[in-house]
């Protein structure tokens, strides 16, 4: 057990030989296609933001309510879901008309 974490911590981080740079986790494994979120040209506007931070709100009440019981708290997490998905889903079609906007 020991020697695999050695190995693990030996081994260079995903993306490294390919010559790519390496700036954060969440690149790792990515093409080389990837964006990182803060060099997008299109950053997310508010409304993304917003809705899936409520989202994720909602996720973590839903989970807890699993773990307590507590069928409210599960009813207001889901509802946190659906309003989140709907906020987001607002601000990717004003993120899609700007977009069209600005090829035009």
């Known amino acids: 057990m020991g020697e695999s974490i050695a190995l693990f911590a030996a081994s260079p981080a995903p993306g490294a030989a390919s010559g790519r740079a390496v700036c954060h986790p969440c690149t790792w494994g990515q093409s080389a296609s990837f964006i990182h979120p803060l060099e997008r040209k299109y950053p997310m506007n508010k409304d993304q933001l917003k809705g899936r931070v ?7 009440k839903e989970a807890a309510a699993d773990l307590s019981g507590n069928t409210r708290l599960e009813s207001e997490g889901k509802a946190d879901q659906v309003r989140g998905k709907a906020r987001a889903e607002v601000g990717d079609a004003k993120e899609k ?4 906007i600005d090829k035009a």
């Not at 409520?54 to 973590?60: D, F, H, S, V």
């Open 54 to 60: 409520e989202r994720a709100k909602g996720k973590a």
């Open 97 to 100: 008309v700007k977009r069209a």
